[in-house]
């Protein structure tokens, strides 16, 4: 039942984004029983919570290129590409919506990027193991001095992002870790 109802919460996003989240939509996209999704998740926050919580567990492709450069690259790219992609962006924008417009779809989010963060930072760690970065390296802030141009761009300025702009985040990072400022 869980999943049916993930998996529709999903689908109404994708379709409809954050406004257009209803509970009634879920349950009939899902098969499930209103009174059952309200009595689990209460509402459409519930929902993307509950979502996004499932979602933070799930493993991220991590690149492994024999260099912090290529890696950062790499993830900066994928990030670019989890928001711009026809099916998954929508999804991965609705949830960035929500957060702007519930408190507790913003800690639920915040909850998965620092999952995401704690994942992606072990490009970092096998950096500092290569000696390209200072052992004291916050590995973790690195990937958020990575991907924030991009966030910046897509979400706040609105600006175009290409790949050439992604890898220009990436080797900011990756200089200001290898000067030790992160």
Not at 71 to 92: K, N, Y
Not at 104 to 119: D, I, P, T, V
Not at 153 to 174: G, H, K, Q, S, W
């Amino acid at each position: 039942m869980r999943e049916a109802v993930l998996r529709a919460t999903l689908g109404e996003l994708a379709e409809r984004g954050y406004q257009g989240l209803t509970v009634d939509g879920v349950a009939e996209r899902s098969g499930v029983h209103k009174t059952t999704v309200y009595r689990r998740w209460t509402n459409a926050d519930g929902l993307i919570s509950d979502a996004l919580e499932v979602s933070e567990r799930e493993p991220w492709p991590l690149p492994d290129t024999g260099s912090l450069q290529g890696d950062l690259r790499a993830i900066t790219r994928l990030v670019l590409t989890s928001f711009t992609d026809p099916e998954s962006g929508p999804v991965a924008s609705a949830f960035v919506a929500a957060a702007v417009q519930s408190g507790r779809a913003a800690e639920a989010l915040h909850r998965f990027f620092a999952a995401r963060h704690q994942q992606a930072a072990e490009v970092v760690r096998r950096a500092v193991e290569r000696g390209e970065l200072p052992a004291d390296t916050d590995a973790e802030e690195v990937i958020r001095i990575a991907v924030a141009p991009v966030y910046y761009r897509l979400f706040i300025t609105r600006e175009p992002m290409t790949e050439r702009d992604t890898a220009r985040a990436a080797d900011a990072a990756a200089l200001a870790a290898r000067e030790g400022l992160l």
